[in-house]
């Protein structure tokens, strides 16, 4: 393929990742989930209604489940409401499209790329989707809501009323989802690297100690406070995945010695 046809396949496989993200927003922006009652089993049904839509929703149960009660949400701007929804429609939309994406992604890639390693990223798409998806679910229900408590803990002290503008709170939950989503990747490209020959699995033992410190100081860097404490939510988890990408790494390098031998 010549540049110009490596160019207009991206444009292509791009436009296909694009669209998948776009149809997924657009019905989250568009519809309502609505309950009912099968056997005893609480169901949803999707209704069009672009107001009350499933972002909405999800805005209420993050508001509900996330902020303390003494807590109130605001917006002090035309719009803002809006926004924080599609900003919360299009990850969804993202978090859906992934195996779109990453069969994209993995298509263009291909022909520069030998088939054990094509094998190898076609082995942990899956994994890591649903690592992403753990990250994610860890962060919204473990770190988020203890961050935010501990921090309005000092407005409840001085007896104050506190009020957060949706556009602060749904950028501040979002990053914190997606920084864990990302970071849960690590035992997977730990493994792609070692799986791949690029990276000796006994560079991970011997660097064990310089990867601790790096995820400490990147704790310490993304919380937004200086106790100490909140820190280790981010890198506890990273220090356990950092382990399990490591066992990971040296069972696949003793198992492919063992099919040598």
Same mark, same amino acid.
């Given at each position: ?8 396949? %991206?444009r292509?496989r791009?436009?296909?990742?694009v669209?998948?993200?776009?149809a997924?927003s657009f ?8 309950? +009912?009652?099968?056997n ?5 049904y999707?209704?069009?209604?672009p +107001? ?7 805005t209420v149960s993050?508001?509900?489940? %996330? ?5 109130q949400? *605001? ?6 409401a809006f926004?924080?929804?599609?900003y919360?429609a299009?990850? %969804?939309?993202?978090?859906? =499209?992934m195996?779109?994406i990453v @069969? ?5 890639? =291909?022909?520069?790329l030998?088939?054990k390693?094509?094998?190898?990223? @076609?082995? &942990?798409?899956i994994p890591?989707?649903? %690592?992403f !998806?753990?990250?994610?679910?860890f962060?919204? +229900?473990?770190?988020?809501p203890?961050i935010?408590? +501990? ?10 009323l506190? $009020?957060?503008?949706?556009m602060d709170?749904? !950028? ?6 997606l920084?864990f989503?990302?970071?849960f990747?690590l035992?997977?490209i730990m493994y792609a ?14 660097? *064990?100690r310089y ?5 400490? &100081?990147?704790g =310490? ?8 404490? !909140?820190?280790? $939510?981010?890198?506890?988890?990273m220090?356990?995945?950092y382990?399990?990408g490591? =066992?990971v ?10 099919l040598?031998?």
């Open positions: 393929m010549t540049i110009s046809q490596h160019l207009d396949d %991206l292509k791009v436009f296909r990742s669209l998948a993200i776009g997924i019905f989250i922006l568009s519809c309502h989930l609505t309950p +009912f009652m099968y005893g089993i609480k169901l949803y999707p209704t069009f209604s +107001f009350d839509n499933m972002a909405a929703q999800v993050m508001k509900h489940h %996330l902020l303390p009660s003494t807590v949400l *605001i917006q002090t701007a035309p719009g803002q926004f924080s929804q599609f919360i299009v990850l %969804l939309g993202m978090a859906f =499209a195996p779109i @069969r994209e992604f993995v298509g263009f890639l =291909a022909p520069a030998h088939r390693e094509i094998q190898i990223i @076609r082995n &942990i798409t890591a989707i649903v %690592l !998806t753990v990250g994610g679910l962060s919204y +229900f473990f770190v988020t203890y935010l408590d +501990f921090l309005y803990k000092y407005g409840q002290s001085a007896e104050l506190t $009020f957060l503008n949706i709170f749904i !950028t501040f939950v979002l990053q914190f989802i920084a989503g990302v970071s990747q035992p997977l690297l070692t799986a791949s020959g690029l990276i000796d699995p006994k560079f991970w033992r011997n660097n *064990i990867a601790i410190i790096a995820m400490v &100081i990147l =310490a860097a993304i919380t937004p406070d200086g106790s100490g404490v !909140t820190m280790w $939510f981010v890198a506890g988890p220090i356990v995945l382990l399990i490591m =066992a790494s040296e069972k696949q390098s003793k198992n492919i010695a063992t040598k031998s």
